[in-house]
């Protein structure tokens, strides 16, 4: 598989919800493709995860809009994601 990068990771936080929603984010793959309203969650560890957006039909079935296919792509995006939301959490207790 050929390198991924990741540029420009902006994320948007939010007031953290009883569900764990603590922002959305954005990126770009590779300067080709941008990557849109992806949500960071936290878990109950304290460790994060990001939620892909998806679209929900009027039979109620969930169609993904994109995800990552591999676990390589994943890492990448969410260390990515991860390194940025924590630069701005660490500002923002600054």
């Given amino acids: 598989m050929n390198d991924i990068v990741i540029t420009e990771p902006v994320v948007i936080p939010v007031k953290p919800t009883e569900k764990g929603l603590l922002g959305f984010a954005s990126c770009t793959v590779n300067n080709a493709i ?28 969930e169609i993904n809009i994109f995800y990552p296919v591999s676990r390589q792509a994943s890492e990448i995006i969410n260390e990515a994601i991860f390194k940025k939301f ?7 207790k600054a």
């Fill in 86 to 92: 924590e630069e701005i959490i660490t500002k923002s």
């Fill in 34 to 61: 941008s990557l849109n309203s992806i949500a960071i969650y936290s878990r109950p560890d304290g460790s994060y995860r990001l939620v892909y957006p998806v679209k929900i039909l009027p039979n109620g079935k």
